[in-house]
């Protein structure tokens, strides 16, 4: 029987790549989104993170959650990052306690680490350091996650992702800064571990960086990703012309 995954966020830039991998790899794949979803699901449930009946609907019988969905972007506390990054976490946490879905790999970030103060040093998974409202944001639904594991039974991978290019215009700005060419994060590496995340086998809670081959710092400890997961990424970023 194939696994069941459930994909939050599914309509947006990594949710589109992610879920047709998921497919080829023979995992069951249900959507969750405000939008609708192009990128054809198995199936899909349109809602928003407040409604928490809809929530329930769409965790149900679900083997693992992949939780993308959130405000992405650095922004005003109570105007963005409030209902869809804090609330929002609460809210599929209670849903998959109520539904009895054991697994979730949250979307976390780069940004709970204070990582622009980090030169001349690794930084480990254990750092919490935001400097950023959404860094802090970030941070909370870690710190729900893992509550909910030492709670509720339910085990979690906090995986912090870099900086995953979304058109010309990052492309662009990343080029222009060379002290952040660390925190980059290819399409494709965002998916291999995405897809080993809901192949694995684990228990409680955890967290991993997922950056590039770290070829420009700053320097991320990425021993926690492949010894839990396989997960050594493969491309670096190249700023070009």
Not at 44 to 67: C, E, S, Y
Not at 102 to 113: D, G
Not at 153 to 166: F, K, N, Q
Not at 217 to 234: I, Q, S
Request: charged fraction near 20%.
């Amino acid at each position: 029987m194939s696994t069941k995954v459930l994909v939050t966020g599914a309509s947006g830039f990594i949710g589109r790549l992610l879920v047709p991998v998921l497919q080829s790899e023979g995992f069951f794949v249900r959507g969750f989104d405000r939008r609708p979803c192009s990128c054809q699901p198995n199936e899909f449930v349109q809602g928003d993170l407040a409604d928490l009946p809809t929530l329930k609907h769409a965790v149900r019988d679900m083997d693992v959650v992949i939780h993308l969905a959130a405000y992405s972007d650095d922004g005003e506390f109570r105007r963005d990052l409030l209902l869809p990054n804090v609330v929002g976490v609460h809210n599929l946490l209670e849903a998959m306690r109520v539904e009895q879905v054991p697994r979730l790999i949250l979307a976390s970030s780069v940004h709970v680490v204070d990582y622009a103060s980090a030169s001349g040093r690794t930084l480990c998974v254990m750092e919490r350091s935001p400097i950023t409202e959404y860094g802090l944001v970030k941070n909370m639904a870690e710190d729900m996650c893992s509550m909910h594991c030492r709670v509720h039974e339910l085990s979690c991978i906090a995986a912090r992702l870099g900086w995953v290019l979304r058109d010309e215009r990052e492309h662009a700005e990343l080029r222009s800064r060379p002290d952040l060419w660390g925190l980059y994060l290819s399409s494709r590496d965002v998916c291999r571990l995405f897809l080993m995340c809901a192949r694995a086998s684990f228990l409680g809670f955890h967290v991993v960086y997922a950056v590039n081959c770290q070829k420009h710092g700053p320097v991320f400890d990425m021993t926690p990703a492949r010894e839990l997961l396989g997960y050594v990424p493969v491309d670096s970023f190249l700023p070009g012309p």
